[in-house]
């Protein structure tokens, strides 16, 4: 029930190319849809982020597509660039405190 | 990093000896967690913290303490380091938002139990 899960593990992508990683969660209690994006020996951080209202959110090349219905959310990364490359998260979160992660996936960006 | 320090960031320690981590934040959030990191589990909650003195498990408590006498400090304790302890382990802070609610990571410390 508490469990978000996250695919593909690792993905490559050629510059320019579509990157998309997808998360699956069952709880319906879930409100707060949130991406991380982590760079090798730094810590997390928010990328981008949704509410379970719309159906997408677009910020810059980075877009969130949610599916209420499916119970899942994906992230898409347009025209993927190699500065792009690093392991994202997704999470969810129905107490404003406390997100349930998704084990990631290393991206690679290939030039 | 919203003034999140952890320390050390790297340590190498021995199978059966104590290991403290810290965590110090600058901004008095409410709010702390530490998390261990490995390959194909993502970010795993150890324990977090809502308050001085008030502090809960999260899903891999076993073989870890923590303590939050202050309100910036959150310490992370293993009583006696095994193996399966090798990790990365961060402290987070979250922040509440008129939309949303964001988690601020401190940089990480690697630590190699032998």
């Known amino acids: 029930q508490q469990q978000v899960k996250q695919s593909p593990q690792s993905l490559i992508v050629q510059k320019g190319g579509i990157s998309i990683i997808n998360c699956a969660y069952e709880?319906?209690?879930?409100?707060?849809f949130p991406w991380y994006q982590q760079f090798p020996g730094k810590g997390p951080a928010l990328l981008i982020a949704?509410?379970?209202d719309v159906s997408e959110k677009k910020e810059g090349r980075f877009t969130i597509s949610f599916n209420k219905s499916a119970k899942q959310f994906s992230l898409h990364i347009m025209d993927s660039q190699p500065g792009d490359s690093a392991t994202y998260f997704c999470?969810?979160?129905?107490?404003?405190?406390?997100?349930?992660w998704g084990a990631g996936t290393k991206l690679i960006i290939k030039p | 990093d919203a003034g999140i320090t952890q320390s050390p960031r790297h340590k190498v320690t021995e199978t059966g000896t104590p290991v403290t981590l810290r965590c110090h934040q600058t901004?008095?959030?409410?709010?702390m967690y530490w998390y261990r990191q490995d390959p194909g589990h993502g970010l795993r909650l150890i324990h977090y913290?809502?308050?001085?003195?008030?502090?809960d498990k999260g899903e891999v408590s076993d073989g870890y303490s923590v303590s939050r006498s202050k309100t910036e400090d959150f310490l992370l304790t293993l009583e006696s380091a095994t193996s399966s302890q090798t990790s990365v382990y961060f402290c987070?802070?979250?922040?509440?938002?008129?939309?949303?609610?964001?988690?601020?990571f401190g940089q990480g410390t690697r630590l190699t139990v032998v």
């Open positions: 987070a802070i979250s922040v509440a938002g008129a939309e949303e609610t964001e988690a601020f």
């Open positions: 901004e008095n959030h409410r709010y």
């Open positions: 913290s809502y308050g001085v003195k008030d502090t």
């Open positions: 709880n319906t209690a879930f409100d707060y």
């Open positions: 949704i509410r379970p």
């Open positions: 999470a969810a979160s129905m107490r404003r405190y406390q997100l349930i």
